[in-house]
């Protein structure tokens, strides 16, 4: 029944090897709940391929998936190499940008590298696996003594922690990456390394003119994000905590308490928050989890994160399937002892009206044993402003919007279905139990919370609370 259904959703990154419908369709089966296109590698008919495979999946099991574009954003990489190269502690190498290197360097895209680089800076490669300290800068080329050895690979990540990078939030690649993804019809578009809200309206600015109902993910992964925490709340749609590249720039002993922070924070601004990187990333190997993982999945999922996100797991590892299984096997163990959070509306916030409807829904809900919150919806925002109580009850969101639906899969505890457009208020309360009890998640006698709008198909509406008898 629905309320055995898992709340935390399971967001997983599919790579080079889970491109085929039936490994696809696989993850979906084990619990995947949202596909993650990784523009930071692969070519855009990859992503194509890949986002047409999750659509068929979708039809084929009856239940959406939610399709999220992530954006390469600012990111330094090391350029191509001819091999990889093995560094020993105590080397002396030569960072350059793509554009002077010589013979021997070591290159990094985009060439900015060599504007910014001092003597003394910190150059972490690979989440900070390798590890250079800056000698000496000389036309652009910047000798490093190797503080931590190791291999570097072609394109892998290149940090330089506290060093501003004067790189548009958005590239070119970025820009063209992103009217590729929206015409593929994605849910939610995630930009990297967002330093500030105005990197965001901006990117929203871009979606809206292509008139695409895309909505905006802020990863933070930078000190300057983290700073301006708020702003970067009100401008995004949602926020994904991406857990590695913010402790190589902000030191790992942070990240424990950023990513309670910055959960807490998302929920009380009503918006849904990934969890990301490393959760379980010796599966990208072997088939089961250490215990130290299975105890940071659940960790995140009891701080009241929205859903935890497969990266490596999935997109090249060894056991992807059993890398979700386990994700649903946690989240399942740990979410009933998770609490309610009842949140008093502040007089004057532009919300109060949808957070008072959706504390009193839950609280009648409570009060009176009910088996669902039905939440008939235009766009998914009732849905989430009572997903973001984390109420013990199955929470039903109702959309005749397709992208709404989808969208709706990422969100908390919400059990997405598409139905019918409504008449009037009347058919709209009947149409939604119609559609729970059709799609079994309800049964004749039941008794059902439903929350929404009397200005049927009007968004930001929600005005009446009503129970019913299934």
């Known amino acids: 029944m629905v309320g055995e259904r898992r709340r935390t959703k399971i967001v997983a990154t599919i790579g080079p090897d889970t491109s085929s419908h039936d490994m696809v369709r696989a993850l979906a089966e084990a619990g995947m709940d949202a596909v993650r296109l990784n523009f930071s590698h692969g070519t855009q008919e990859d992503h194509a391929t890949r986002a047409g495979i999750a659509r068929a999946v979708q039809a084929e099991l009856g239940r959406p998936l939610a ?11 090391v350029g191509e190499l001819a091999e990889p190269r093995t560094f020993e502690t105590g080397d002396l190498v030569v960072v350059a940008g793509v554009d002077v290197a010589k013979p021997g360097d070591l290159p990094v895209a985009p060439a900015v590298i060599g504007q910014v680089l001092a003597p003394g800076h910190d150059v972490l490669i690979d989440d900070g696996h390798v590890r250079l300290v800056v000698e000496r800068v000389d036309s652009g ?3 490093c003594r190797v503080i931590v050895g190791g291999e570097v690979k072609s394109h892998k990540g290149v940090n330089l922690p506290g060093v501003p990078i004067p790189i548009p939030s958005l590239t070119p690649k970025d820009l063209d990456d992103l009217e590729f993804a929206l015409a593929l019809g994605v849910d939610y578009v995630a930009l990297s390394f967002v330093r500030e809200a ?8 871009i979606i809206d003119r292509h008139g695409s109902p895309a909505r905006v993910i802020a990863k933070i992964e930078k000190a300057e994000a983290v700073a301006v925490l708020d702003d970067v709340l009100d ?5 994904m905590v991406a ?4 402790g190589v720039e902000m030191g790992a002993a942070t990240v424990p308490l950023l990513q309670k922070k910055i ?3 998302s929920l009380d601004a009503g918006k849904p928050v990934i969890t990301a990187t490393q959760m379980l990333e010796s599966m990208i190997e072997r088939a089961e989890p250490t215990r130290a993982e299975a105890s940071d999945v659940a960790n ?6 929205s859903a935890v996100m497969l990266s490596g797991e999935t997109a090249i590892g060894a056991h992807p399937v059993d890398a979700v299984r386990t994700m649903d096997q946690i989240a399942l163990a740990v979410e009933p002892s998770m609490t309610y959070r009842h949140q008093t509306p502040v007089l004057g916030d532009a919300r109060a009206i949808g957070i008072a409807m959706s504390n009193a829904a839950c609280d009648v809900a409570q009060a009176l044993g009910a088996k669902a919150i039905l939440v008939p919806t235009f766009s998914g925002r009732t849905a989430s402003t009572v997903a973001r109580l984390r109420p013990r009850w199955p929470i039903i969101g109702l959309s005749h919007h397709q992208t709404s639906v989808q969208q709706m899969a990422l969100e908390w505890g919400v059990i997405p279905i598409l139905f019918p457009e409504a008449k009037d208020v009347e058919d709209l309360w009947d149409s939604a139990v119609e559609a729970a009890l059709r799609e079994e998640l309800i049964a004749p006698g039941d008794l059902v919370v439903l929350t929404a709008g009397t200005a049927v198909n009007m968004p930001g509406s929600t005005n009446v609370i009503k129970v019913e008898i299934a």
């Open 67 to 77: 399709l999220i574009a992530d954006l390469q954003g600012p990111k330094l990489r």
């Open 141 to 143: 080329r910047a000798s």
């Open 198 to 205: 105005k990197d965001l309206t901006e990117l929203r600015a």
């Open 235 to 239: 401008a995004a749609d949602a926020v």
């Open 243 to 246: 857990r590695g590249d913010l």
């Open 263 to 265: 959960i807490r924070r």
């Open 300 to 305: 995140a999922i009891l701080d009241g994160t």
